[in-house]
């Protein structure tokens, strides 16, 4: 059978996944307020038309709102009746996890979130077990740390002079690579799996202080970084949403995920992934 990917969401990581998916013979459309990269059919999200017939594999990158998934409002009996459906993808967060004072979690953690936004995660994550249970298809909750790339990164912060080095020791963020995310979903795409839900995590292997990935991109650069900020003189400056980020703290492991694809990431760390960056904005071939 041709293997077909919908995409609902062509953001910044799902336009990477349905490239990815692309050059590995699959036919991809998603879903677009833009246009799309040569080789990829843009969908009016409302109207996907036969294409979500057509669909083996189904990729959801939309967040929640109030009102839940709105893949799941809009579409959810069409996704339920996909008659070639056999494998969904939705993209959550590690945020579901909420705060461990710095503690480890991994796949096999209870969810325990504090923030709105990730309890509207964790809801939409039951919805999609929900109806992945009751079709008997395939599902993977992919939880992702937070996503940087090429165009997305404190590289650009620098550049533009956002960028600030706050000092909050035992602090740790998880980040995963863009590429990382595509190369991960396009393996778990290709696995032939019963039809359960599993959970992955997306996250890089060395978790850490937000002003140590500043001076190591600064470095990068040639350039000194910013002065160091102490923690509580930024925060007053900070929106709801940005204390909100910096009030949990958790290590995110992702050994299981990584054996369950048959791949390590590419980037197992800030400094392979923002070198590489580097790298290729200068036209350097990666390493």
């Known amino acids: 059978m041709n293997s077909t990917l919908l995409v609902i969401g062509l953001g910044y990581s799902g336009t990477a996944v349905a490239l990815a998916a692309a050059r590995a013979g699959f036919a991809v459309g ?61 993209c959550s967060t590690t945020g579901v996890y909420g705060d461990r004072n710095g503690a480890w979690v991994d796949e096999s953690t209870a969810p325990a979130p504090g923030a709105d936004r990730a309890r509207r995660r964790l809801a939409a994550e039951q919805a999609w077990r929900d109806l992945a249970a009751a079709k008997g298809c395939a599902l993977d909750l992919i939880r992702l740390a937070g996503i940087y790339g090429p165009g997305r990164s404190v590289l650009d912060d620098l550049r533009a002079g956002t960028a600030r080095r706050i000092l909050k020791p035992g602090h740790a963020f998880g980040r995963i690579h863009r590429d990382d995310i595509a190369g991960g979903i396009l393996a778990a795409m290709a696995q032939v799996r019963p039809p359960v839900a599993r959970v992955l995590n997306f996250a890089d292997d060395e978790p850490a202080e937000s002003a140590a990935v500043v001076a190591y991109a600064a470095a990068l650069l040639g350039r000194e970084p910013p002065p160091a900020l102490p923690f509580a003189e930024a925060a007053a400056a900070m929106s709801p949403m940005a204390r909100s980020f910096w009030a949990e703290n958790r290590k995110v492991a992702s050994a299981a995920t990584q054996a369950a694809l048959g791949r390590r990431w590419r980037y197992p760390s800030y400094r392979e992934g923002l070198a590489a960056i580097l790298a290729e904005e200068r036209g350097e071939r990666p390493a």
Not at 60 to 67: H, K, L
Not at 76 to 87: D, E, F, K, T, V
């Open 30 to 90: 998603g879903t677009s307020r833009r246009p799309a990269p040569p080789g990829i059919t843009v969908l009016d999200f409302e109207r996907p038309g036969p294409a979500l017939a057509r669909a083996t594999h189904l990729l959801v990158t939309a967040a929640p709102d109030e009102g839940g998934d709105p893949a799941l409002a809009r579409h959810g009996a069409a996704i339920a009746a996909a008659p070639a459906l056999r494998w969904i993808g939705y």
